[in-house]
């Protein structure tokens, strides 16, 4: 289930997680919590990534390597 850690880790609720993975109880969603960010200690860490991020975009859609 590595797509619901990336799931978690980008913030999507576990009711959503759950319906995806066809889970029947959300019980069994809830080992993916620990993956979900921390707002007041990952916001700048998920910010930092999502500007890397967006910079590489900007590179290769300018044509520069």
Not at 28 to 37: D, L
Request: glycine share 4%; hydrophobic share 45%.
């Amino acid at each position: 289930h590595v797509s619901a850690i990336m799931w978690a880790r980008a913030g999507v609720r576990l009711e959503r997680i759950s319906d995806w993975l066809g889970h029947a109880d959300i019980r069994m969603t809830r080992i993916y919590a620990r993956f979900m960010p921390a707002d007041e200690y990952d916001a700048p860490f998920i910010d930092r990534a999502r500007a890397a991020v967006r910079s590489e975009e900007q590179l290769d859609h300018s044509g520069i390597s």
